[in-house]
């Protein structure tokens, strides 16, 4: 099973059984999640207080893996990371409804894992909640357009048959980018959101956030999709 945004005609293509592509999945979002709160934890210790700075090195540091996850595991299961492209992305009505279920498990449970990973890295307690302050209209319109931007790029992607090293380079840095353009700092993933409710470290978010941060990349999602109908109708 391809990504929904990977041309089915590209030399790559693989039949690859359904447990192979759920570990491939759990495996490239756990270490997406690796990256993002490893590198934030790392970023803030070296940083010396300087918010800016540990901000660049922790965007710069989730591009490159986004990037490299992507390109490495697209063969196997699509490199999706994230239920809304399984569920929500181009194509995804292509993909049965059992396996899109299956798809968000894997990766929420790979990305609740490498909190416990990171942790274990950096000498933390392993069981935190984090009380990071992530709310608020502004908050929450910026994590939609940065949902509605991963999706749109995804959906131009396949439209523009993009070979996989340009696709995972625009997904990797819209990413970038969005940490910067939005005040949300560009979650634009349920799974990544979750998990990190559960780190008390510079890229946390309260648990009693997380619902409309997840409502909020749910409607940037739909809203990509039927920008992209009608533009391809």
Known sequence: MLAPWIPATMPFAMVVSLSRRLMAEAMGTCM?????????IMAERLSAGQQALALLANALATGAGLFVWIVTLAPLSGAHFNPLVSGLGPGSRDIPRPERVGYGVA?????????????????????????????????WLAEGLATMALLSVLHGARRAGHGLVLTAASVALVIVAGYWATASTSFA????????????????????????????????????????RGVED
């Open 32 to 40: 997406l999640v690796v990256t993002v709160v490893g590198s934030g």
């Open 107 to 139: 990766q929420t449970a790979g990305a609740l894992v490498a909190i416990l990973m990171v942790h274990a890295m950096f000498g933390l307690p392993l069981v935190q909640v984090s009380d990071t302050v992530r709310t608020g209209p502004g908050t």
């Open 189 to 228: 993933n349920p799974a990544v959101t979750l998990a990190r409710a559960f780190t008390d470290t510079f890229t946390g978010i309260r648990p009693v956030d997380v619902p409309a941060f997840v409502a909020a990349q749910l409607a940037g999602a739909w809203l990509a999709g039927l920008v992209w």
